[in-house]
């Protein structure tokens, strides 16, 4: 009995640990999936932000496909209008090139011509300048005769030189000696200061004063200035008093 008592506790005992054990070990499962669910959320979590992500760049990949297929399109319309210029430019080159080769041909006609006008050009420039040879040969001549015809320009100018150079010399023994100045100072009213006056203005002698006219004879403006005081003062009938005086003649009154 106590055998069977002590078996049934054992059994009990074993029954119990075994059924604590599994409730440790439930316990420990659950958390072990509570754990895994909150990281499976986590990850659930992550994975629905990086699809919002994900959306969020297929939504630019497709503003920046949209973009891209219009920049092909312009880069095409583009391409086709530079093909479109690029036959014009071939259109215009092919043209050029047909105007060159025919103003080629021009100049080479051109060439032709002047090759010509060259050679008779040549030709009139030789029988110029044998006639500048000979027009050259012809004033060499010329010169030499101006040469000789100077020399005896020369040698004439040089006697009538002399020739003038005799006749002043002759002039000046034949022509009369300038009169002696008269002391026009010992008339009444000339001082120094106007007799030097009166020589500058060619009146030195007694006669010339006495027969000053009333218009100075032309011989000095400054005269002019000085008639009212010849007539006043007399002087021309003082000048005729010293002449007859000095010289014992009478002067008539013009």
């Given at each position: 009995?106590?055998?069977?008592?002590?078996?049934?506790?054992?059994?009990?005992?074993?029954?119990?640990?075994?059924?604590?054990?599994?409730?440790?070990?439930?316990?420990?499962?659950?958390?072990?999936?509570?754990?895994?669910?909150?990281v499976?959320n986590?990850?659930?979590?992550?994975?629905?932000?990086?699809?919002?992500?994900?959306?969020?760049?297929?939504?630019?990949?497709?503003?920046?496909?949209?973009?891209?297929?219009?920049?092909?399109?312009?880069?095409?319309?583009?391409?086709?209008?530079?093909?479109?210029?690029?036959?014009?430019?071939?259109s215009?080159?092919?043209?050029?090139?047909?105007?060159?080769?025919?103003?080629?041909?021009?100049?080479?006609?051109?060439?032709?011509?002047?090759?010509?006008?060259?050679?008779?050009?040549?030709?009139?420039?030789?029988?110029?300048?044998?006639?500048?040879?000979?027009?050259?040969?012809?004033?060499?001549?010329?010169?030499?005769?101006?040469?000789?015809?100077?020399?005896?320009?020369?040698?004439?100018?040089?006697?009538?030189?002399?020739?003038?150079?005799?006749?002043?010399?002759?002039?000046?023994?034949?022509?009369?000696?300038?009169?002696?100045?008269?002391?026009?100072?010992?008339?009444?009213?000339?001082?120094?200061?106007?007799?030097?006056?009166?020589?500058?203005?060619?009146?030195?002698?007694?006669?010339?004063?006495?027969?000053?006219?009333?218009?100075?004879?032309?011989?000095?403006?400054?005269?002019?200035?000085?008639?009212?005081?010849?007539?006043?003062?007399?002087?021309?009938d003082?000048?005729?008093?010293?002449?007859?005086?000095?010289?014992?003649?009478?002067l008539?009154?013009?």
């Open positions: 009995m106590a055998y069977a008592l002590g078996l049934t506790g054992l059994l009990v005992g074993l029954v119990l640990g075994w059924y604590l054990h599994r409730r440790r070990i439930v316990r420990h499962l659950g958390a072990l999936a509570d754990t895994r669910v909150q499976l986590s990850e659930v979590l992550r994975l629905g932000a990086r699809s919002d992500e994900l959306d969020a760049l297929l939504d630019v990949a497709g503003r920046d496909s949209t973009r891209t297929r219009a920049e092909l399109a312009a880069a095409k319309a583009e391409g086709a209008r530079l093909e479109g210029e690029l036959r014009a430019a071939r215009r080159v092919a043209e050029t090139d047909a105007a060159l080769d025919a103003t080629r041909a021009e100049a080479a006609a051109e060439r032709a011509r002047r090759t010509v006008a060259d050679q008779e050009a040549v030709d009139r420039g030789s029988a110029l300048a044998a006639e500048l040879g000979q027009v050259r040969t012809a004033a060499a001549e010329s010169e030499a005769e101006v040469v000789v015809l100077r020399s005896r320009l020369d040698a004439r100018d040089a006697t009538l030189t002399a020739l003038q150079q005799h006749t002043e010399q002759l002039e000046a023994l034949q022509a009369p000696a300038p009169p002696e100045p008269d002391d026009l100072g010992l008339i009444d009213g000339v001082g120094r200061l106007v007799e030097r006056m009166l020589h500058e203005a060619g009146i030195t002698t007694y006669r010339q004063l006495a027969l000053l006219s009333d218009k100075a004879d032309g011989s000095d403006a400054r005269l002019a200035e000085f008639l009212d005081r010849i007539r006043r003062e007399e002087w021309a003082q000048a005729r008093d010293l002449h007859k005086r000095k010289y014992g003649e009478e008539s009154v013009g």
